[in-house]
């Protein structure tokens, strides 16, 4: 449903004005959101603070167990393998997508993890609610990180 990718744009919008890439995060229950994130690596220095693993976490906690079935995560942007494989082992019913990442999604571009009939679980995958929203936010943030560093390394000069 829109109404959860729109909260999950909002985690990504305070990941960007964070500094962080802006990707956000909702797990919804029943109709509830039970938890959302936004990614925090810079901040935490912690390689894991996708928003995927943090919403994960929150919702394990909030539930008192890591398994969340009947659950559906609405994510801005495609999760990487080390998030793919947590929502597969988190046993998250549905996924949906904002955007997909060609380079290093691994939720149907590079990889489709939750997919793999080999593992234990198959998550059901939805993708391109709210694409052009999703794909706008990674775009603007990657634009201004480039004109960022591009400034600094004039001032060098």
């Known amino acids: 449903m829109k109404k959860y990718m729109v909260e999950a744009l909002k985690e990504a919008e305070i990941a960007a004005s964070e500094g962080e890439v802006p990707v956000g995060a909702v797990i919804v229950r029943d109709g509830e959101i039970i938890a959302r994130a936004h990614n925090m690596t810079e901040q935490t220095k912690d390689p894991t603070a996708h928003a995927e693993m943090l919403a994960i976490r929150q919702a394990s906690q909030r539930l008192g167990g ?11 942007a495609e999760p990487c393998s080390m998030c793919a494989g947590a929502i597969v082992w988190a046993r998250i ?42 794909s706008q936010i990674l775009k603007d943030f990657f634009s201004r990180l480039r004109e960022n560093n591009n400034r600094k390394s004039e001032e060098v000069k």
């Open 66 to 76: 890591w398994r969340l079935p009947g659950c559906h995560m609405y994510v801005t």
């Open 93 to 134: 019913e549905k996924l949906v997508i904002g955007t997909m990442d060609p380079k290093a999604g691994a939720c149907g571009s590079v990889f489709n993890i939750p997919q793999d009939r080999r593992l234990n679980h198959f998550v059901e995958i939805e993708t391109g609610l709210m694409r052009e929203e999703c």
